[in-house]
């Protein structure tokens, strides 16, 4: 069964640094999304993305966050420079033109802060 | 988009029926209703989606009224590995650009 894959699976960072987390989304899928989960709180909309651009995104997705796709197939989520509040479990999601909008989740990115 | 209201979390014993209901009063014309499953460490599954009465596939059923202002998901016979966040989403069918997840139903399957 096809499946987003990310990497890296986990990731330690000093404060202040750029981060760059990947995803490839599922090949014929053409809505791509940003999730992230602080550690027992509920998933959280970052952004989506659609057609080259930004969709939608919430109010966490801030400038210090972009995301890209850079070449068709994988989907990155850059954070500039990473604060404590930043350290999550980050999740990419994809969809089709399915009618349920189902969205397939990778298995995330868990991103550490010092 | 629509508010969704769910129990914070449920307890059950492997083998029963488990309903988990979520109220959504303001729910529009357009939206469906979904509902995922989260185990700890792993993105949301797609467990079902429904418009309105009844639902079934595999893994779960889902009841919603005529008024379409609540919706209850129903797990036959649970298991252990049912222990998971469950989540109800209302939004338009398609998905749409901003899938919002509210605090879901931490259900707990005891031997």
């Known amino acids: 069964e096809p499946e987003v894959t990310q990497t890296p699976s986990h990731q330690v960072t000093q404060m202040g640094q750029e981060v760059i987390l990947r995803c490839v989304p599922i090949?014929?899928?053409?809505?791509f999304y940003w999730y992230r989960q602080i550690l027992g709180q509920k998933v959280e909309f970052l952004v989506s993305?659609?057609?080259?651009?930004?969709?939608?995104k919430s109010e966490i997705f801030d400038d210090q966050f972009s995301v890209e796709r850079p070449d068709g197939s994988n989907f990155t989520l850059k954070i500039r420079s990473t604060k404590l509040e930043d350290s999550a479990m980050y999740f990419c999601?994809?969809?089709?033109?399915?009618?349920?909008?189902?969205?397939?989740f990778g298995e995330g990115s868990r991103l550490t802060v010092l | 988009l629509a508010k969704t209201t769910q129990p914070i979390s449920m307890d059950s014993y492997e083998g029963q029926e488990v309903n988990i209901t979520c109220s959504h009063n303001n729910i529009a014309t357009n939206d469906y209703i979904t509902w995922y499953q989260q185990f700890p460490s792993q993105g949301p599954r797609f467990i079902i989606q429904g418009y309105k009465t009844k639902v079934t596939n595999e893994v779960a059923s889902l009841f919603i009224p005529a008024d379409r202002k609540s919706s209850t998901l129903s797990l036959p016979r649970v298991s252990l590995s049912d222990t998971a966040v469950y989540y109800c989403?209302?939004?338009?069918?398609?998905?749409?650009?901003?899938?919002?997840f509210g605090a879901g139903t931490r259900l707990f399957v005891k031997a």
């Open positions: 989403l209302v939004g338009p069918s398609g998905g749409g650009f901003k899938t919002i």
């Open positions: 999601a994809s969809r089709g033109r399915g009618i349920t909008g189902e969205l397939f």
């Open positions: 993305f659609y057609n080259n651009e930004i969709s939608e």
């Open positions: 090949s014929n899928h053409l809505y």
